[in-house]
């Protein structure tokens, strides 16, 4: 008896922490939705399902696999009227949302910030208001960082962020003087690339024509 209750723990020890990511993973659309999200109406697609939300003034489109993950949510329109303008305050938003988040680049100056970023478990753009909530944007989700770095599926989602377009080839991870990389090929339009990511900031290092 003694035996099968510590097998029985051990295994809780064992599966229970990847139970709850996988469940933060797959509720991952909540954290990004306003609290007056309402839902609004469930379309069935190819796939999976389609649910919409009003949330912030607007509506937001959450795609759904057949199981019912969380594949992606964007917003109908990219409004900035309640946006923020400044980068620093959208990004301090953003980490009040995701504190692990990594900003890759960002656009200010002529309106809204909008920031392009890979966090734990969504990745993609996204503009916030001053109450801190997501006002426009469109995100995947996935487990794009764990313990402080890039998973295989960040540095892809990274790259796609930095070059849009570009079709992945190959993608290794390796170290250089203790510097964690991402090493792989790309295609964009029709040319060939390598190319170097900072596994722990998500810098590009280096995108050279191969």
């Known amino acids: 008896m003694r035996r099968i209750l510590a097998l029985t723990l051990c295994l809780m ?7 709850a990511r996988a469940a933060s993973v797959e509720d991952a659309f909540l954290a990004w939705l306003s609290a007056d999200a309402a839902f609004v109406a469930a379309e069935d697609t190819q796939t ?21 993950r969380a594949l ?9 009227e309640s946006a923020l303008l ?20 960002a656009e200010e100056g002529n309106g809204a910030a909008k920031l392009w970023f890979v966090g734990e478990t969504a990745a993609g753009w996204g503009m916030f208001d001053p109450a801190g909530r997501l006002t ?5 989700f996935g487990q794009f960082l764990m313990n402080g770095q890039l998973t295989f599926a960040g ?32 295609w964009l339009d029709g ?20």
């Open 13 to 19: 020890t064992i599966f229970a922490p990847l139970a």
């Open 155 to 186: 540095a892809s989602q990274t790259l796609s962020l930095l070059r849009p377009g570009a079709q992945l080839d190959s993608l290794e991870m390796d170290e250089d003087d203790g510097m964690l990389l991402y090493e792989g090929d790309a």
């Open 48 to 68: 999976g399902q389609t649910h919409t939300y009003a949330a912030g003034g607007g509506h937001w489109a959450l795609q759904l696999d057949a199981a019912g």
């Open 72 to 80: 992606s949510l964007r917003s109908e329109a990219e409004s900035a």
């Open 191 to 210: 040319q060939e690339y390598e190319f170097e990511l900072d596994a722990r900031t998500g810098r590009l290092l280096e995108w050279e024509r191969d």
């Open 86 to 105: 400044s980068r620093a305050e959208a990004e301090a938003a953003l980490k009040a949302i995701d504190v692990a988040a990594l900003v890759l680049r």
């Open 136 to 140: 426009a944007g469109s995100l995947s």
